[in-house]
C-alpha cells in the first residue's frame, strides 16, 4: 500500500508563511475563534539559547498522515468519519464526522483550545454546532454608513462566500465546511488524485516541501529521506521522536536544519 | 441535548428522500454513503484560469497571475514565465485576496459634512456620484488657477504604476503648480547614496545569487523585504550550502536566523564595522588588486597607523583608495569597531577575511539604513563592494537590468502660461535649502523630502498650500511623527483622497475618490528588476469591478480632465486625446478607453513586433500575447561592462572611494548658499568636516533622548506580511504573525531581551508604556533572545485607528488595534539624502510596566 506523507527541507525553508497562506487559499478555511485555529498548514517556532547565541527555528506544520493514526481509531462512527484512503492519507469524510471531537483529542498533535492549552498550532479544528462559518462575510454592517460595504454585500457581489473561495470537489469532503464537524489538512487529496502537487508544496517559493509516496523509493521525497535521514514530531511542541521511537508513525518527516548555526 | 450530524443522518435515512433535503448547503454533490461515489475519482478543481498580473505588495513589484473560477479571484501564484520569481510569490501575494474581498472597501465616493478637521473627529461623510465629487475637485483647482496661485496645489504620491508620468510626472505642472510630491523617501532612499556616491548608480542593486559565495546581509533581510522576496528565498539556501552568509542586525532578523553567523551590533554603529572591515581586507593584502590596483613594488603598506603615500600605489577601476585610508581607515581596526559597535573583535575579522576570500563572488546586500547619518553608513557597506571588486562581478552586486518603455505624448504643446509659470516655484518639501540638501542625483535639493511637506504645510514656508490631492498614501500613519500631519491636514483647506481603503489620513478629506485595486482591477504596468534581468509587468482586470471605483493614475485623471474643460480649462483634456491606441491610431473618448490606451502606449516598445524586433530579451508577437503573457523580461545582465568601459556617472568615471561627486554635490550646495561644506554638514547634523566629508566613514549615532532618562534603542522592524502597510485590515496577516520571529499571533508586541525585562520587572504579555522624548504608548511586553540588550524592537504596520473593522480595534470611535510607534519617533532626516530617519536607534526609549 502507498504511503503519502511529505518531506520539509527545513534548510531550504524561510519561514515565510507561504504555505500557510497559501493553503488558506485553498481550502477556505475561516479566521481563528474559540481556541481553534483553522489553520491546516501551521508553524512551529522555537528559540534555544541566550544572546547573542540564539538558535531559532521555524516548524512548518500540518498534519502527519500517520500510520496509527489515533485520529482514526478514535473516530467511533462506522464507517468512520476520519479514515486511511488507499493513498495511506488520512482523510476525513465531513458527511459523516458527528462533531464528537475524539479524534481532535486522540491526536497527540492538537489541542482542544490552543489558547487554553498554550499550544502554538492544533492539526484539527473544530467548527462549533451552530456556528456561523466566514461570518466576517455574513455580516451585514457597514462602518461608514452607505459609503463602504459590509462582508455579506462584497460576499453577495463576489458571487461566494467566502468570495475568494477555490471551489472544488471530493466525495469525502467540501471546499467549505459546515458546522458541527472536525476538519484538518487532507494532503489537497482533490489535487493528488488529479496529479497535482498539495498546494502548500506548489506554492513554497524555496520548495522546501516535497508530497509524495514515502513507500516508493523513486518518489522525490523517498530520496530525500535516504538522503539526508528524517525526524518526525512527537506532538506539537515542537519535539521530536527519538531514532527508536515509532510514535504513531507521523509521516511528515524534517530534513536538515532551519539553521546553519549550532 | 442536541441532535447530533450522525442521529439526524440515521433519523434521515430512515424517512428515505428527507435526508438531501435536510442537508446544509454545499454538500458534496455524491452521497459519500455511496459506495460506488466513494471510490469515484475526485473530480478536483473547478475550471478557472490563471490570468497575469503585477503584485505591489511590497517593492518587488512581483510579476504574478491570480486564479479566477468563475468570475472570482480565488488564488495567487508567480508569473511562470517571470524570470526574477520564477513563478513564486512571497507570502504575501496570497493576502491580495482579502484585500480584493476587503469588507470595508470604499464603494462610492463621497463628501466631508463635518467642516471641522482633527483625527478623532468623525467627517460625517456622505456617499455622492463622481459627477459631483470630480466637480468639486475641478472647482478647488479652477479657483486656484484664477487667483493666479496654482502653485499653492499639491499632489502625494503613494504606491504608484509605470502610469505615474501622468497624474504625478504631469498633472500638477498643467495646473501650474511644481509639487508633486512622492512618499518614496519616507521609507527608504538612504541606501541609494551608497552606490551613487561610490559609482553614480543612484538605485536598488541586483545579486548574482546563483554564484554568490559570501553574503553579507546588512541591516534588511531579504527574505522578508528589500525588493526581490521570492527570489532570495528561493536562493538563500544556496548560499548557506555552498559559502557563507553572515547577517549585520541587531535584532535577530529571518536571514540571521539562517545564517552562519549572525552580528547583532548596536544600532547605528554599521559605519565603524564597515571601515574596520576595509581596515582589515587592506592590512592583510585582500583587496581587489584587478579592480583597486596595487603598490608598485607589490609591497603592501597598509599597516594600522601609518599614512601611504599615494605616488606608491598605482590605481586602476578606483578613485581615491589610498586617500580614504589615510583620511578615514587607517587608526579604524577591528578592535576598535568591535568596542563601538558592541560585538567582537574575531567576528569582525573573521567576516572580513572570508567575504574578501570569496571575492569576486561575494556582496554586501544592505538595506534602507534610515539614520540621520545614513548616507555615510551606506557609503561604507557599498565601498566593501567595491574594495574586493564584487561590484559588476559575477557572483557579486550589480546595478541591473532595465526594461523597454515608450514615452508618452508631450505637455509642451498644451501649457498655458499659468502652467509654465506656476511649476517653476519652489516645491514645497524644502528640498535644496541650507539644512536640507537632499542631494538626489548629486544636486542640491535633487531628492524629494516627503515628510517634511507636513513642517512646510504648517509653516507657510515656501507658501501655503489650499488644494491637495493625495492617492494610495497614508502619511499621517506612515510618517513618523504623524502628528504633525494630523495639523498639516487639518490645515489644509481642500483635499482629495484616492483610496480603497478609509486610512487614516482620509479622515482628513473632504472628497474620497474610490479607487481599483491595482492588482486586479484596473489596467496599468509595472517595471521591476530582480535575478540579473529587468521585466515589464502588466496589471490588468481579472475580476468584474464590484463598485464604481476607477484606476487614480489614468480613469480619475481623465475625469478630472473633463471636467475642468467644461469649465473653461480644456489643455488637460486636449493633452490626455493626444494618448491615441497605439493599434489603432484612435483617440480616446472616454475614461476607460484612455486608461488601456495609456498602458497601451507606455508598454508599446515591449509588444510591437516593429519596435522589438531587435531586442535581446522577450519578444511577444503584439498587444494580445503581451497582455496573454503579461511580462516582457529582459536579456541577462552583461557582467564587466563597467569595469571595461567606467563608471560613466561618478565625476572621475571611477568607483569613488574619495567621492568627487559628493564634494562636487557638496560644495554646489554650500556656494547656493554662500557658505562653507563644513557649515552645511553642522547644520544637518552630521560630525565630519573637512575631507572627511568625502569618504565613507564612520559617524557616531545620533539619539533623540539621553541614555540615562531614555536607555533603550527603538528598533523599528518590518513584517514579511506586511503589503506595503495596506493589509492590516486582512485577518491573515495577523494569524501568522510569528513568522516575524520574536512577534505573537494575532497581536502587536515589542520585543525585549530577557534580561533587560527581567531587570525591569517586566513578564511575559505584560502591557508595557513605552516613552520617547515625543509621547507614549502601550504596547504588550514579549520576551526575546533574539534582540540585543538595550535595544527593544518593535514591528510597524499595526496601530491603526482607521482602515477597517479588522485593523481598529473599534473603528467607530477611532480606537487603535495594536500601537503605531511612528507617534513616538521623532521627525528627523539624513538630511543629505532628505530621508525620513526611522533607523538606526535614532529614537531613545524607556520602557515601565503599565
Known sequence: MAKYGMVIDLHKCTGCGACGLGCKTENNTDDRADGQTYNWADYHHSATGTFPN???????????????????????????????????????????????????????????????????????SFNDFGKV?????????????????????????????????????????????????????????????????????????STARIAGDLDNPNSDAAKLLKQYGGRRLKNNKGEFLAANEKGVGPNVYYIRNYSMRK | MRLTRRSFIQASAATGGALLAGCAAGKPATNAMDKAAATAKPKGEDAGKWIANTCQGCTTWCPIEIFVQNGRAVKVRGNQLSKANSGYVCPRGHLILQQIYDPDRIKTPMKRTNPQKGRNIDPKFVPISWDEAMDTVADQIIELRKNNESHKFLLMR?????????????????????????????????????????????????????????????????????????????????????????????RMSNTAAKAHEWMPITPATDGAVAIAMAHHILVNGLWSKEFCGDFNDGRNRFIKGQTVSENDFNEK???????????????????????????????????????????????????????????????????????????????????????????????????????????????????????????KGGKSGGGVVANNVANAILANDPYDIKVAIGYFNNFNFSGTEGQRWDKAMAKVPFFAHIVPMFSEMTYFADIVLPSTL??????????????????????????????????????????????????????????????????????????????????????HKAWDPALNKDYKGDRPSGWKEFVEKGIVNSPKYEFGKKWKDGFSKTVTKKFEFYSETLKKALEGHAEKHKTTVDNVLTVTNYEARGELAFVPHYETPKRHGSRSAYPFDLIDMKSRHN?????????????????????????????????????????EGDMVKVTSVLSSLKVRARLWEGVRPGCAAKCFGQGHHAMGRVAAKDFANAVPRGANFNEIMPDDYDRLSGSTARNGGFTGVRIEKA
Open chain 1, 133 to 205: 462559518i466566514h461570518a466576517a462575510y455574513q455580516d451585514n454592517t457597514e462602518i461608514i454608513k452607505g459609503c463602504t460595504t459590509s462582508g455579506a454585500e462584497i460576499a453577495k457581489k463576489g458571487g461566494a462566500t467566502p468570495p475568494h473561495a477555490t471551489k472544488y470537489d471530493h466525495p469525502d469532503y467540501n471546499s467549505v465546511r459546515g458546522d458541527g464537524v472536525v476538519e484538518k489538512c487532507i494532503l489537497c487529496d482533490h489535487r493528488i488524485e488529479n496529479g497535482m502537487q498539495p498546494y502548500c508544496t506548489d506554492v513554497c517559493p
Open chain 2, 158 to 250: 503613494g504606491r504608484y504604476s509605470d502610469q505615474n508620468g501622468i497624474l504625478y510626472g504631469n498633472i500638477p505642472k498643467m495646473i501650474g503648480s511644481p509639487n508633486n510630491i512622492s512618499h518614496s523617501s519616507i521609507c527608504a532612499e538612504v541606501e541609494k547614496m551608497g552606490a551613487y556616491y561610490t559609482e553614480g548608480y543612484f538605485g536598488y542593486r541586483d545579486y548574482d545569487l546563483d554564484n554568490m559565495k559570501y553574503l553579507i546581509v546588512w541591516a534588511c533581510d531579504p527574505i522578508s523585504s528589500n525588493r526581490q522576496v521570492p527570489n532570495a528565498i528561493r536562493k538563500l539556501n544556496k548560499i548557506l550550502e555552498n559559502g557563507t552568509v553572515a547577517a549585520i542586525d541587531p
Open chain 2, 317 to 439: 577601476n578606483t578613485n581615491g583608495l589610498v586617500k580614504w585610508w589615510n583620511i578615514a581607515l587607517k587608526d579604524a581596526d577591528p578592535s576598535w569597531a568591535a568596542k563601538e559597535a558592541g560585538v567582537e573583535q574575531a567576528q569582525i575579522e573573521r567576516i572580513a577575511t572570508g567575504f574578501a576570500k570569496a571575492a569576486p563572488n561575494c556582496g554586501v546586500w544592505y538595506g534602507p539604513n534610515m539614520q540621520p547619518r545614513g548616507t555615510y553608513a551606506v557609503m561604507a557597506m557599498h565601498a566593501l563592494n567595491g574594495l574586493v571588486g564584487a561590484t559588476d562581478s559575477v557572483g557579486g552586486v550589480i546595478t541591473g537590468m532595465g526594461a523597454p518603455s515608450s514615452g508618452y505624448p508631450k505637455i509642451d504643446a498644451h501649457q498655458d502660461e499659468i502652467s509654465k509659470k506656476g511649476s517653476k516655484n519652489t516645491k514645497i518639501d524644502q528640498r535644496g535649502y541650507l539644512n536640507m540638501p537632499a542631494l
Open chain 1, 54 to 124: 540564539v538558535n531559532y527555528q521555524t516548524l512548518p506544520v500540518l498534519c502527519n498522515h500517520c500510520t496509527d493514526a489515533p485520529c482514526v481509531s478514535a473516530c467511533p462512527v462506522t464507517p468512520k468519519a476520519m479514515h486511511k484512503n488507499a493513498k495511506g492519507m488520512t482523510i476525513h469524510n465531513e458527511e459523516r464526522c458527528i462533531g464528537c471531537r475524539a479524534c481532535q483529542s486522540a491526536c497527540p498533535y492538537s489541542s482542544m483550545d490552543i489558547e487554553r492549552d498554550n499550544a502554538q498550532y492544533s492539526v484539527i
Open chain 2, 518 to 603: 491595482h492588482h486586479s482591477e484596473q489596467w496599468s504596468s509595472v517595471r521591476s528588476k530582480a535575478n540579473l534581468h529587468g521585466h515589464v509587468s502588466i496589471q490588468q482586470p481579472v475580476i468584474d469591478r464590484m463598485f464604481d471605483v476607477h484606476a487614480p493614475e489614468t480613469e480619475i485623471v481623465w475625469m478630472l480632465a473633463e471636467k475642468l474643460a467644461l469649465k473653461g480649462f480644456p489643455n488637460i483634456l486636449n493633452w490626455l486625446k493626444d494618448f491615441k491606441d497605439p493599434e489603432t491610431g484612435k483617440a480616446p473618448t472616454n475614461a476607460a478607453e484612455f486608461g488601456l490606451y495609456a498602458v497601451k502606449i507606455r508598454t
Open chain 2, 723 to 763: 503589503r506595503e502597510g495596506r493589509s492590516a485590515n486582512t485577518t491573515w496577516s495577523y494569524t501568522f504573525k510569528s513568522c516575524d520571529p520574536g512577534d505573537v499571533n494575532e497581536q502587536d508586541v515589542i520585543q525585549i531581551n530577557p534580561a533587560d525585562a527581567r531587570r525591569l520587572g517586566i513578564n
